[in-house]
């Protein structure tokens, strides 16, 4: 068989000489510029024509443009430096490529301040993009609104930063669009794009949030793969002739035009647009921001000419799009990683975020590769001795029920030559359009699939022993799995209260924003194997029945208490009274209008935690 789930089944590479990379971590041989007009074929809705003036570069009406010609503006936050008490961000605007490059300018109750500059990070076609750095001091006591202006004309814009000693508020939501499996009627059934986008800027115009974790997923580009121009790649048979096979002037012209433009539509022409007018990103990449299960693959894909390639223009939107910079300048703006692009930041004095990169590294023997590791271990062991709380946001839940039954079911699909599989059978084919099997990706994406059990204990018992002599509490979020929850890594010992527990280690699960939640009877066979495993002689982790009633006040269906099928976001707050982070899983209702919070704290770690 072709997809390998065991450690025996690794070895597909033949000889290959692994993937050589430059100094900028990009791979030798990787994306050229290619001049010369598009090669998009005729109809497809991911034309640079089709939502911008060819000539001009001005964008069209449906992009919520402004009327000097800017898409954006798009915050983010960089970093909060304590030393100086100054909060550092960024904002992306997209502008036509013979405009003057804009300026920022902010006013925090005041006169307006000197305009800060623009920097260039690249071009497509007519269209520029432009990063523009900010800097706002923190009063001592007091949350402070700022409000800025694009080259000090059109719409004022305003975000909230805290105070020095005041408490730090942000979001996490995953998921931002649809599988293309979704009809429109599912869409319609649920509401539509926006009843979760709603609540959540609902309550930020109520209590504002500092900053809204991006948890992966920030846009769908599978559909990138449904263009004409890959057929001929995808009908050679033999998948190691396909391995070697060229990718063409035509493939890496088309890639570029649809990362561009799909990212322009997704994020400029719906409400995460008009979120990030307001509240600040910070964003980690999954697997649909580049394409469905990227990583995941057997070798004979992941190493193949079109993949690595595809794979780098990708990226080169994430990084433009969503990370605010580009491969030159990425280090320099606090990107890390042997080859991909983690960041560390402070929410303030108490609380560091962590942001790995999972997917760039990515294979069927790594998630995340040891020099990586190591770079982020070196961070954390520099923070600042006022931390309290580390929280490590990661694509995929890193403590969530085992897979190992499907896995075992797909190891048989192709040489029993089956289509389909049981109670999927109605949800989704078996063999993608590589000739894998459909659900290897998502088996091979979890931390708790065999193939990465080791790296994940490793990864946890490197943060025990920060949490340990560092006396940090360190808290796991993730999304993907288009349900929300709550678990669990703990002592084994039951006597040990989490107060004095550095092994105690929650999980938030939040996922889906927009996207539809599985069918309950997959809820329910995951339900099935929630149970308490062994992570080593002294851990021990599991999965909480936080939904012992779901949003109508009811049992959750088939008592399903540990996961719940519903679309939400999730809130987080430092209690400073306490030391806590006070944690609300916000699910939608099922009028399809508001959202039910079901609460966790999460206590800070005790001085004198328990050995």
């Keep these: 068989m072709d997809f390998p789930v065991s450690k025996g089944q690794f070895n597909e590479r033949d000889g290959i000489q692994p993937t050589q990379y430059d100094e900028n971590g990009v791979p030798f041989g990787g994306p050229a510029r290619y001049p010369g007009m598009s090669s998009t074929p005729p109809g497809d809705p991911d034309r640079y024509e089709g939502n911008f003036d060819p000539q001009t570069g001005e964008p069209y009406p449906h992009m919520r443009r402004r009327a000097d010609g800017i898409i954006g503006p798009a915050l983010m936050l960089v970093d909060t430096d304590l030393a100086t008490a100054t909060w550092h961000g960024s904002v992306l605007v997209l502008a036509p490529a013979r405009s003057p490059p804009p300026t920022v300018v902010l006013v925090e ?37 700022v409000e800025y202006r694009i080259n000090n004309t059109g719409p004022t814009y ?20 649809w599988s293309l499996s979704v009809s429109d009627k599912e869409k319609k059934e649920l509401g539509g794009d926006n009843v979760v986008w709603d609540d959540l800027l609902q309550k930020h115009n109520a209590v504002p949030f500092h900053v809204q974790v991006c948890g992966g997923d920030q846009l769908y580009s599978d559909k990138i793969w449904q263009s004409e121009i890959w057929k001929p790649w995808l009908s050679i048979k033999d998948k190691y002739v396909r391995r070697d096979s060229e990718f063409t002037r035509e493939m ?43 990583g995941s693959y057997p070798d004979y894909l992941q190493d193949s000419k079109v993949f690595v390639q595809l794979k780098e223009y990708a990226f080169k ?52 590769s040891q020099r990586s590791y190591d770079m982020i271990f070196e961070r954390l062991e520099r923070l600042p001795a006022s931390v309290r709380h580390l929280v490590v946001f990661l694509g995929v839940p890193i403590v969530y029920p085992r897979l190992t039954y499907i896995e075992k079911t797909l190891s048989g699909i192709k040489s029993l030559g089956l289509t389909k599989l049981g109670f999927i059978a109605k949800q989704r084919a078996i ?95 995951v339900h099935s194997s929630a149970k308490t495993y062994a992570l080593d002689a ?36 430092e209690d400073l009274a306490t030391g806590s982070l006070i944690v609300n899983i916000h699910v939608q209702n099922e009028t399809n209008r508001g959202t039910k919070a079901y609460s966790i704290n999460v206590p800070a770690l005790a001085s004198g935690n328990a050995v």
């Design 109 to 145: 109750g005041g006169a307006p301040s000197m305009p800060f500059p623009a920097v260039l990070l690249d071009t497509f076609r007519m269209t520029a993009f432009y990063r523009i750095d900010i800097k706002v001091g923190l009063d001592v006591s007091r949350e402070k609104r």
């Design 158 to 177: 305003r975000f909230f930063v805290p105070g020095q000693t005041t408490e730090w508020r942000f979001a996490f939501w995953s998921c931002n669009g």
């Design 252 to 294: 890496a012209a088309y890639a570029d035009e649809f990362y561009f433009t799909h990212y322009a539509k997704c994020f400029f022409s719906s409400k995460f647009g008009e979120s990030m007018e307001t509240i600040p990103i910070s964003t980690i990449v999954d697997d649909h921001d580049i394409w469905d299960g990227i």
């Design 317 to 368: 939107y994430w990084r433009l799009y969503q990370a605010h910079t580009n491969q030159q300048l990425a280090r320099q703006h606090g990107y890390f990683g042997s080859h991909g692009y983690c960041w560390l930041k402070q929410f303030g004095p108490y609380t560091a975020a962590l942001g790995p990169d999972t997917r760039y590294e990515r294979s069927l023997r790594q998630i995340v």
């Design 431 to 525: 063999v993608n359009i590589w000739g894998e099997p459909e659900l290897s990706d998502d088996m091979n994406d979890h931390w708790t699939s065999e193939v990465h059990m080791a790296e994940r204990k490793a990864f946890v018992l490197r943060l025990q022993d920060i949490a340990r002599r560092r006396n940090i509490r360190v808290t796991f979020v993730g999304g993907d799995v288009h349900c929300c929850g709550a678990g669990r890594f703990a002592s084994s010992t039951p006597a040990v209260a989490p107060e004095r527990d550095f092994r105690f280690m929650p999980q938030i699960i939040s996922s889906a924003i927009m996207n539809v939640p599985p069918p309950n009877i997959v809820i329910r066979a």
């Design 538 to 573: 002294s851990t021990d982790e599991m999965m909480y029945r936080l939904f012992e009633q779901d949003v109508n006040g009811k049992a959750p269906p088939n008592n399903n208490a540990k996961l719940l099928g519903r679309r939400n976001f999730s809130s987080y707050v």
